[in-house]
């Protein structure tokens, strides 16, 4: 956060305030390599956006050459650092008062820019005109601001999974993110900035103003300022909160007694807004008179909004403008009011970058030939400040001082991500088994978590680049963002939408790529992957001297042993000592290791966890799938030698596998380049395999993640295509989590197994288990044969 000097609340808002520093690397972000700007800027804030590349290094690998017999013992496979240009998307929010030290800062650090105009939309792009391109150099080029607003608020509906939210004051958790629709559309948009503009958008570039009302935000400030004498509109919302409407308002009760009941109205509902001041002989409180107000204007948008609905038959409705802003009182009216006149059918939704709607759909208007919308983007944890606290207690000018400075930043993605085609009902798919930001006690378990194994990360960080000398210094960087991220989840953990070990984990990755550390476990993945390999043919072998049914067991068994291989699980130190005596430099030592690990946690401990074997196995003495859907985990023994020979066997079956891993690396997850290097391994060995390759019975695809975990409504829409071309009839889900932290209950529309060992107490605990407990969950859809 800047330091920034104290604004004097009588000064007026174009005032330029000069004493504020800002840190380039905090604030205005690569803006070195800033290609095109955008701003909107409004009655108080000003919101800039721009596009800029950003370096950093990923690790790639390459195969090295083993055809010929000398090259046996050369290594599987080189990895390489290199540097990788990417494209990201830079808002920033900020308050009038400091544009022009703003201005002067960007001017200064812009270098490498061929922009001559900058888009700009919002009431004060005129008045800031002459400044702006006085300062920048830039030709100032205004937008319609509606058509901005709309195309910024279908740009973070489509790219940002928990972007809407439902506010409930009194809940545990006031923020209830809800699950965007795959198709965003129809939906109406209720913008309350001075007066009020009711928007049905129907889809990207069409969208009209169905209605609107000229009492809005301006009405509840002019009248506010009237009343009370108080000029800020933060602190006339202080007072509502504040303040206690039924001294001023006449109830139903006040006039009846009681309730209405004849005609289901309830004693405590306003029967007039400000009734009582017309006949009660006393001064009424500045506060009270504010939240008599704020209700009189929220109950009449509300119901406004309400009947434009109904009218239009949309059932979402999504509320924004400066009226709104994230405030807790004006959300909590607006939603009541929404709940009264719909009786629950229709919920107030508002959104999370509600603020930067306008500037970046200025910018998108000004970066229509590069087609952003043709791209994914995915947010950048690492870079953004996510949603601040809107605690009526804090008063307006800590709000003022702590959203003074307010960041959003989004990474182009190199896939375009769709939902999988096999989602049951992609509009109520939600990925996460549990939502940290309404459950404390899980939420505190797994902050704790994290923090207690940040030294061990910092560690791995390190070693991963033993001949880079600033390695301990960048992560030290690193140990400092990731632990400040925590700590802000912790007070606020609603920050960046649903708090999940999901999310905490996709943060912490994102920390490391901030840091260029792009793949910590790369040599460790390695050298478990040359090991595994080395018996690959010993484990096919020995499955195959098994009777059939003895060989399903196995390599089920061979699987969930293989999972239990994950460098992310901090249960791996409680292995029996015993085991870990066998695992040295020697590497017969390793696979002794791994099949006394076998006797030891899978021999005769059915029934496990979740046990759906008996339904699978006679599932298998049925048709064959036309073809399974695998969704891999680990690198090392899980790839090679616990799902490969289950692979092997549904090839042996007729079915035809696409095998999924992911686009870039996370912890040990064995990557798409990596299992490209692996399968041509195994295929030298395995006629099986290699001929499945070279028929396209076997195919391996990206799934377009860089997650521990696996979001099914954010895939690569190659994979989505395959999936359909496929017929895809069966899915496999590997992993903990893959398949426990997400998706646990996923619905699909085909046959489904999910295959994990819980290798977190706690979790194991919380499921009913305990530590190494197993999941193999069958699942078949309702209305479909076993």
């Known amino acids: 956060m800047a330091e920034c000097g104290r604004v004097d609340s009588n000064t007026s808002s174009h005032t330029m305030d000069k004493s504020i520093t800002l840190p380039p690397d905090e604030i205005f ?53 290199q540097e990788e240009v990417t494209a990201r998307l830079h808002f920033i929010k900020f308050e009038n008062a400091y544009i022009e030290t703003c201005l002067d800062f960007i001017k200064d650090h812009l270098v490498n820019t061929e922009t001559k105009v900058i888009k700009a939309t919002g009431g004060g792009a005129h008045k800031f005109k002459e400044l702006i391109e006085r300062k920048l150099g830039l030709k100032v080029d205004k937008e319609d601001e509606m058509t901005c607003l709309i195309k910024g608020c279908n740009f973070v509906l489509k790219n940002i999974p928990h972007e809407a ?19 965003i559309f129809p939906y109406l948009l209720v913008n309350i900035g001075s007066g009020v503009s009711i928007v049905k958008v129907e889809s990207e570039d069409k969208f009209e103003r169905i209605g609107g009302s000229s009492i809005g935000g301006g009405t509840f400030w002019g009248l ?8 800020r509109f933060d602190e006339l919302l202080q007072l509502a909160s504040k303040g206690q409407h039924s001294s001023v308002d006449m109830l139903v009760k006040d006039i009846y007694g009681g309730s209405y009941a004849c005609l289901g109205l309830t ?203 600033e390695a301990a210094e960048r992560a030290e960087k690193f140990r400092q963002k990731y632990l400040h991220k925590l700590q802000t989840l912790r007070h606020q953990p609603f920050a960046y939408g649903s708090l999940t070990v999901r999310s905490l984990l996709d943060t912490r990755e994102h920390c490391l790529n901030e840091f260029n550390f792009p793949d910590p476990y790369s040599k460790i993945k390695e050298r478990e992957n040359d090991i595994a390999l080395k018996y690959y043919e010993k484990a096919v ?42 695992v040295g430099k020697n590497t017969s030592a390793k696979v002794f290791s791994f099949k006394l690990f076998l006797m030891f946690c899978f021999s005769s401990d059915r029934p496990w966890l979740v046990d759906s074997f008996d339904q699978w196995l006679e599932r298998l003495k049925g048709p064959p799938h036309r073809c399974a859907l695998f969704f891999v985990d680990n690198s090392g023994v899980d790839i090679i030698l616990g799902v490969m020979p289950f692979v092997r066997e549904l090839l042996s079956r007729g079915t035809e596998v696409v095998l999924a891993s992911n686009s870039g690396p996370a912890l040990n997850d064995v990557t798409n380049s990596e299992l490209q290097i692996l399968t041509e391994r195994i295929a030298a060995m395995d006629p099986v395999i290699d001929s499945a390759l070279r028929e396209d019975r076997l195919t391996l695809v990206q799934d377009g993640s860089s997650s521990p975990c696996l979001d099914l409504s954010r895939l690569d829409k190659v994979l989505a295509m395959l999936v359909r071309e496929r017929q895809t009839d069966l899915v496999i889900i590997e992993g903990m989590g893959r398949a426990i932290h997400t998706n646990y209950y996923a619905m699909l529309s085909c046959e489904s197994l999910k295959m994990a060992v819980i290798k977190n107490s706690w979790l194991a605990d919380r499921l009913g288990g305990k530590l190494f407990s197993v999941v193999f969950k069958y699942e078949v859809p309702a209305g479909k044969p076993h």
């Open 224 to 231: 506010g300022a009237l009343l009370t004498k108080t000029k």
């Open 267 to 469: 004693g405590d509902l306003i029967a007039s807004s400000f009734g009582k001041s017309a006949t009660a002989d006393k001064e009424f409180s500045n506060e009270d008179m504010a939240k008599s107000l704020l209700h009189m204007i929220s109950n009449d948008i509300g119901q406004l909004a309400c009947l434009y609905a109904k009218l239009h038959n949309l059932s979402r409705v999504y509320f924004g403008g400066f009226f709104i802003r994230g405030h807790p009182v004006t959300m909590h009216t607006i939603t009541y009011s929404i709940n009264f006149f719909t009786k629950g059918e229709v919920q107030a939704l508002f959104l999370r970058h509600e603020g930067y709607l306008g500037a970046i759909g200025a910018f998108l208007k000004g970066a229509e030939e590069d087609n952003p919308n043709q791209y994914s983007w995915g947010e950048n944890y690492a870079g953004s400040s996510g949603l601040m606290s809107v605690s009526p207690d804090m008063n307006p000018m800590q709000r003022a001082r702590s959203g003074t400075f307010d960041m959003l930043e989004m990474d182009r993605l190199d896939r375009q991500l769709v939902n999988l085609p096999l989602l049951q009902d992609p509009s109520s798919y939600i990925p996460d088994t549990v939502d940290l930001t309404e459950d404390a006690q899980a939420r505190e378990y797994w902050l704790s978590c994290f923090e207690e194994a940040l030294d061990g990360v910092v560690k791995r960080a390190v070693a991963s680049q033993p001949d880079i000398p």
């Open 165 to 183: 939210f439902v506010y409930a004051k009194h809940a545990d958790s006031e923020f209830r993110f809800q699950t965007t629709n795959p198709d």
């Open 29 to 81: 972000r690569n803006m070195e390599n800033a290609k095109r700007f955008a701003i909107d800027i409004g009655g108080s804030l000003t919101k800039l956006a721009y596009y800029s590349t950003v370096q950093h290094k990923v690790a790639k690998v390459r195969s090295f050459d083993h055809s010929t017999k000398e090259a046996a013992g050369d290594k599987l496979y080189e990895i390489a650092v």
């Open 541 to 582: 072998k020995s499955l195959e001297e098994l009777s059939w049914e003895d060989r399903q067991f196995a390599l089920v068994r061979g699987v969930l042993a293989g999972n239990v291989f994950d460098w992310g699980a901090k249960a791996i130190g409680l292995f029996p000592y015993s085991y870990f005596k066998l």
